[in-house]
């Protein structure tokens, strides 16, 4: 069944294909028509010109006997037809299938004639007479009737000829002569016969032939169909690879404009394709210095360059630190075409080398922070406690004492700056439990709710409900908070507004709890965001900060698997984001 599904299927091919139509139709008008064409056309139109070749040898011998025969002097005689001239006469009969042969005097006396019995008669028909009469040949065709050898009765066609016999330019006598053409008609029906057969054959092989030639095209045309579908899915395929890639992937023609910019290229550099196709030149490098160098180490590498470090400029005018591989297309000839490049963001690459280094410079900080708080804490302790000796004694001169209450402060300020890098110095294992990050936040925010009143802060709480819970050290976790409390106020001197918020996040499938800390202050600027968590690195007045609390933050919160960060609010003011991992137990931190 399937067989003949797909046999009908390939023969629609006819109706899609005019030239293979007209010449199936053709071969069927020739097998189908063949008995017509053999008997209508073919047939009478040999036989009337074997009749008529017939007719015409006939008239030509018959001259040619008749000319031999009037070579003589006077009136056709008798005895002129003896001899020589006899014998060739029959041998004409015999060559030419002759029936009978006939010489006539002029007045119609047979003198000569085949069949014996027939000399000395007479001939008295019509077209004898007018031939003798006109002195011109007759040639008919008549059927007769005869019997064979075995009594068979048959009919023939037998071609008649007449043909004047002159002397001196006179009539003298005629000659007439009777062809059996059955045999001739017979060889030509049978060469009719071949040259049919042969055109039957040629029609039904042709006929087959086209049907196969249908069969295979239409198999060929589904190969291509196929072909195609397998094409056109291999480009989609090839086209959602590009679209799907996080790498930037641009090509370029032989002019160096832009034709292919896919989704990776776009989040990359904030520019949108229609914004880049078509596009001439180094569109996205950071100068066409960068481009040039790029393209001479293609050339220089055979057509290739790998993994480049270059800087493109992102639409907003950030520069990209990139990695880049690229290569020249050349077509089945040789020749250039364009070319295509694959470029990598290096950008987080860059923040975690520069976070290694980073945490790498904090351990070394704490290594030495960790030897030497202890050398300068006992000395400062012997002179802090000699200083409130002499401010408490009665006999101190009141101007000493000033002095004395100075030194005492910076004393003090002292001892809180190395309580603070032994802090940052020892790293202790938290106690983990978990904990209700929003709990924390306002049982922190208690704490300072005074103060910030006092500088005419405005307080919000955007807290989620059934917020998951973390697992941290509660008591690490409410310095962090603290801290940034601390810095927000410090942020905000002429008062503005304070908000807290916290959300449950996703990030590659990882369920996170984040707390925002935002203020409404003057924000940070762009080149101190990437150094606000050095040790020693502060952005406030001398005397209000020790740049020791942000890095101690985050590396309380990094020792819990966390991050934290900083970034500018558009309106004006900075937000700090702390996120650390979801749990789904229920136990948590009680205020």
Request: glycine residues 6%; contains cysteine; neutral net charge.
């Amino acid at each position: 069944m399937n067989k003949i599904r797909e046999t009908i299927k390939n023969l629609r091919i006819f109706s899609k294909n005019k030239s293979l139509r007209t010449i199936l139709i053709l071969s069927l008008m020739v097998i189908m028509t063949y008995s017509a064409i053999n008997l209508n056309i073919v047939n009478p139109v040999v036989t009337r010109s074997t009749v008529n070749e017939i007719k015409i040898e006939a008239e030509h011998s018959a001259r040619d006997i008749a000319l031999s025969l009037g070579s003589g002097k006077g009136e056709l005689k008798r005895e002129d037809i003896q001899g020589d001239l006899l014998s060739q006469a029959r041998q004409i009969e015999n060559r030419l299938d002759v029936l009978k042969l006939k010489i006539y005097t002029k007045s119609g006396n047979t003198i000569y004639s085949s069949d014996p019995r027939e000399t000395g008669e007479t001939n008295r028909e019509r077209y004898f007479t007018d031939s003798i009469a006109k002195g011109v040949a007759r040639t008919n065709l008549l059927r007769k009737d005869i019997e064979d050898s075995e009594g068979k009765k048959e009919t023939v066609y037998i071609v008649r000829t007449n043909v004047p016999i002159l002397i001196d330019g006179s009539v003298v006598g005629a000659l007439e002569t009777y062809y059996n053409i059955k045999n001739r008609i017979r060889g030509f029906d049978r060469q009719v016969r071949r040259y049919s057969t042969f055109l039957f054959v040629v029609g039904f092989a042709l006929m087959v032939a086209i049907i196969l030639m249908a069969f295979i095209m239409a198999k060929t045309e589904d190969n291509l169909k196929k072909s195609q579908k397998d094409m056109v899915q291999a480009k989609k395929h090839l086209e959602s690879l590009i679209e799907s890639s996080t790498d930037a992937i641009v090509k370029t023609d032989k002019a160096g404009k832009v034709v292919l910019f896919n989704k990776g290229a776009e989040a990359l550099t904030g520019y949108r394709r229609e914004e880049v196709i078509g596009r001439q030149g180094p569109v996205l490098y950071e100068s066409v210095e960068d481009a040039k160098e790029v393209m001479r180490r293609m050339r220089e590498g055979g057509g290739t360059v790998s993994a480049f470090e270059t800087t493109f400029r992102a639409k907003e005018g950030a520069r990209i630190p990139v990695l880049i591989s690229a290569s020249i297309l050349y077509d089945e000839e040789g020749r250039e075409v364009g070319a295509v490049g694959f470029s990598k963001d290096l950008r987080e690459r860059k923040r975690a080398q520069e976070q290694l280094i980073r945490s790498e410079k904090m351990a070394s900080v704490g290594l030495l922070t960790a030897g030497v708080s202890h050398e300068i804490l006992n000395p400062l302790n012997v002179i802090t406690l000699r200083l409130h000796t002499l401010i408490s004694n009665p006999d101190t001169p009141p101007e000493v004492t000033r002095y004395l209450r100075i030194m005492e402060k910076h004393a003090n300020r002292i001892t809180k700056i190395t309580r603070d890098l032994l802090s940052f110095s020892r790293q202790r294992t938290p106690e983990n439990r978990l904990v209700d990050l929003s709990a924390v936040a306002k049982h922190t925010l208690a704490l300072m709710e005074h103060d910030l009143m006092l500088e005419n802060i405005e307080v919000e709480l955007i807290l989620a409900e059934g917020l998951p819970k973390v697992m941290a050290d509660l008591d690490q976790l409410e310095q962090v908070v603290l801290n940034l409390l601390t810095n927000a106020r410090d942020a905000m001197p002429d008062g503005g507004r304070l908000t807290l918020i916290t959300e449950t996040v996703q990030a590659n499938a990882h369920k996170l709890v984040e707390l925002r800390v935002k203020d409404t202050g003057n924000g940070i600027a762009s080149e101190h965001l990437e150094r606000l968590f050095d040790p020693f690195f502060t952005t406030k007045p001398d005397g209000k900060g020790t740049g020791l609390g942000l890095a101690i933050c985050q590396g309380i919160v990094e020792t819990h698997g966390g991050a934290i960060w900083a970034e500018n609010v558009n309106k004006g003011g900075t937000v700090f984001v702390v996120q650390l991992a979801a749990k789904e137990e229920e136990e948590g931190y009680e205020e």
